[in-house]
């Protein structure tokens, strides 16, 4: 099971910082995602780290504002988000992909394990 956390109220061009943790257990083999859904909208891709570490992919909305990382243990993903904009506002998910691959995998079908989500609102 993911858990997300860190989620809240922030101002335009403020900050939060996610985190998404397994319970008893490390996330260490599995490439990790964060998605968001918007009300009204479909699910969207908005960051992933390779398994290996090795790559990120990111959305091109958020490119050069998120980041994600993951702890030295491997226990923990991040996704830092700066310069929030009003459209950022969404529930995001946290999820897993246990396929072992070379590349990161975009589409929310590749992850079959998902968090319960944090909401982000950011007021303009």
């Known amino acids: 099971q993911l858990v997300e956390s860190g989620g809240g109220l922030v101002q335009t061009g403020g900050s939060l910082r996610l985190s998404c943790a397994a319970s008893g257990r490390t996330l260490s083999s599995y490439t990790m995602g964060w998605f968001r859904q918007a009300p009204g909208k479909e699910r969207e891709f908005v960051a992933a780290?390779?398994?290996?570490?090795?790559?990120?992919s990111y959305a091109d909305s958020v490119k050069g504002r998120f980041t994600i990382s993951r702890d030295n243990a491997k226990t923990t993903v991040f996704l830092q988000m700066n310069s929030l904009k009003p459209e950022d506002t969404a529930v995001y998910y946290c999820?897993?992909?246990?396929?072992?691959?070379?590349?990161?995998?975009?589409?929310?079908?590749?992850?079959?394990?998902w968090g319960q989500g944090t909401q982000v609102t950011v007021s303009s």
């Open positions: 999820a897993a992909d246990w396929f072992n691959g070379d590349a990161v995998r975009l589409g929310a079908s590749s992850y079959g394990c």
């Open positions: 780290v390779l398994w290996s570490g090795r790559s990120t």
